[in-house]
């Protein structure tokens, strides 16, 4: 059976470790795995610990389409597949897991070495895919002149990655594969990508762990059913909430927090961020001004210091309310004092824009699950055809679910194929 896989990124490197012989790989780049060799920084957060089950609610509501494929793959399994082949791995304490090298390049070689078995054609990329009589037919762009090239199939699988990072992705042209022969595509948006806000450029390098993030929408009934108040009187329904790190940058904010928040963001989205988290805002309004009044002599300076907070956020706090540091709480009017505590537990942060393609880590969106079997990985449209990875409507949390998920189901295709 003439096996054609068509990306040669962790999933499409891992379908071809697992079906050895026989295969083709085309890659449009120069070598495969391009993005593997950037993911966590270079370092290569290649899975999270835990077991599938615990893997599936990181994937935004498309995780169930995953279970197949993490429990005929899970976490330790792929663990075991690079141990094999002599790599070892560290768990950090908040579960990412990663080689004990530091060094994506010792994961890629070790795929590539793997997957040895596989003809690679680098530099090609697959410009057409056409099912003639039952046999996929392949057509490519080969080498520096862009040679036109032709060859078949009995079974192919597409693994294409999406539109994250363009310069070493795929710019998306999996999509037009899987179109060709009938897939639907539910819209791509960048995901795990930072988000801009104007004003914030003084907070640049301010890191807090572990506070609360509510993002409001504006004429946007409390979606999901869940309630709050938007912050400082701007307009919206409460759409979604998350806690974790968050970091302020040049241009707005980043963090696990809001890399995962991103994939749900629309421009005109406001951020409102809880630097007190897990105190409920709505119970510290109620508490501050007996708090702020325990001590009437303590300045502003003094009574923010007790929050644990950085001076440029308490400079930028007292700042956006004109209020100096060196006024006494007993001077503090009612009014300064709720929009003070508004700033601690709903600080606004209006949202400009993502990053977009460029800096995001994955794609939202993609080839839509329901044309997919999830037990095989098989098209439910044009037999013969396999997905993996990126290419499909999955994306998952930071932390290393990605990468498992692009394993997962590159290992799932390629063992329905050899069954
Ligand atoms: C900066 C960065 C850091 C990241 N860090 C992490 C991390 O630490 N942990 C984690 O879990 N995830 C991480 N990710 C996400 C992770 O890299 C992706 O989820 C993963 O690479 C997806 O694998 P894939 O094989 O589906 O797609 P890709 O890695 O995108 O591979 C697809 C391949 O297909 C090729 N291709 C596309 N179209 C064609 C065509 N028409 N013909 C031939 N070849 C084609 C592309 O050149 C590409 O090499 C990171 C992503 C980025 C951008």
């Known amino acids: 059976m003439r096996v054609a896989i068509i990306g040669g990124g962790p999933a499409g490197l891992m379908a071809a470790a697992v079906l050895s012989g026989g295969v083709r790989v085309f890659e449009s780049g120069n070598h495969p795995g391009r993005k593997l060799l950037l993911s966590g920084g270079g370092q290569c957060n290649i899975t999270h610990a835990g077991g599938p ?165 504006p004429n946007s009934e409390a979606a999901n059913g869940r309630h709050g108040q938007a912050p400082c009187g701007r307009a919206g329904g409460l759409a979604f909430r998350a806690a974790g790190d968050l970091l302020f940058t040049h241009r707005g904010v980043s963090g696990p927090v809001v890399l995962n928040l991103s994939r749900h963001i629309e421009r005109g989205d ?76 709903r600080f606004p942060v209006p949202v400009a824009g993502t990053g977009g393609f460029r800096s995001a880590m994955v794609t939202a969106g993609g080839l839509c699950l329901d044309e997919v079997n999830p037990k095989t990985m098989e098209s439910r449209i044009a037999a013969g055809l396999y997905f993996a990875g990126e290419v499909l409507d999955i994306d998952g949390d930071e932390g290393g679910y990605n990468l498992q998920a692009a394993f997962s189901t590159g290992y799932l295709a390629a063992k329905s194929i050899a069954t």
């Not at 094999?84 to 304490?93: C, K």
């Not at 801009?196 to 993030?213: Q, T």
């Not at 009437?296 to 309310?321: N, Q, V, W």
């Open 53 to 217: 089950e615990d893997f599936l609610p990181h994937y935004g509501g498309n995780g169930r389409f995953l279970k197949a494929a993490l429990h005929a793959f899970p976490p330790q399994a792929l663990l075991g597949f690079f141990r094999a082949r002599g790599l070892e791995f560290v768990t950090r304490e908040d579960g990412k897991v990663f080689p004990a090298s530091l060094k994506a390049r010792s994961v890629l070689d070790a795929l590539v070495r793997a997957a040895s078995g596989a003809v690679f054609h680098t530099g090609t990329k697959v410009t057409a895919l056409r099912r003639v009589s039952g046999v996929f037919v392949i057509e490519t762009e080969e080498g520096p002149r862009g040679d036109k090239n032709r060859y078949e199939a009995d079974r192919v699988i597409l693994a294409t990655g999406g539109l994250s990072c363009l310069e070493r992705g795929s710019g998306g042209s999996g999509y037009g594969l899987a179109q060709a022969l009938g897939h639907s595509i539910r819209q791509p948006k960048p995901a795990l990508c930072a988000l801009s806000s104007p004003g914030l450029a003084p907070l640049a390098g301010n890191s807090f762990r572990n506070i609360g993030v509510s993002v409001f929408r």
């Open 270 to 345: 406001t951020l409102a961020v809880n630097f007190l988290h897990p105190r409920k805002p709505e119970e510290f309004l109620a508490a501050f001004p007996p708090e702020a009044k325990k001590d009437p002599r303590k300045t502003l300076g003094g009574l923010l210091s007790e929050y644990h907070l950085t001076r440029a956020l308490e400079d930028c706090i007292l700042g956006r309310l004109a209020i100096p540091r060196a006024k006494t709480c007993a001077l503090l009017a009612r009014s300064e004092m709720r929009r003070l505590a508004e700033q601690l537990v």
